[in-house]
């Protein structure tokens, strides 16, 4: 009987650290950006409670070693926008000019320039 209450209660004791865990913080990854140019155009898509998503056109400098010339970016809620020093900035902060380098997250569709979602951005470098 002794054994089985210490069993319950290290499962009880497992599950609530589990459960407690929360979700995981969000990380810019740790490879080459997809581009790295300027924000030439930035169209607002929509606004959510804690967001505002975005359309942005970043185009990469002749110059500047990027994947592609051009990308149509969406930004969105799951997307980390952080500055060069690592402060966490929102999408509302983002405007034309500004040097970005972005992560895209799954499938490019490739066109002319290219369409992908953002998982990470970071500004200025």
């Not at 975005?54 to 592609?68: D, I, M």
Request: aromatic share 4%; with cysteine.
């Amino acid at each position: 009987m002794d054994i089985l209450l210490k069993i319950l209660a290290y499962s009880l004791g497992l599950l609530l650290l589990v459960a407690c865990r929360g979700q995981e913080l969000k990380r810019m990854p740790d490879t080459l950006p997809d581009i790295n140019g300027k924000i030439s155009s930035l169209t607002q898509t929509a606004t959510t409670q804690n967001n505002t998503h975005l359309q942005l056109l970043v185009e990469a400098p002749q110059n500047t070693e990027s994947a592609y010339a051009q990308a149509s970016v969406k930004v969105d809620d799951d997307t980390l926008i952080e500055d060069k020093d690592g402060k966490r900035l929102k999408a509302g902060q983002l405007k034309e000019g500004q040097h970005v380098e972005v992560w895209f997250n799954g499938a490019v569709r490739e066109s002319m320039p290219v369409q992908a979602t953002a998982v990470a951005i970071r500004v200025g470098n």
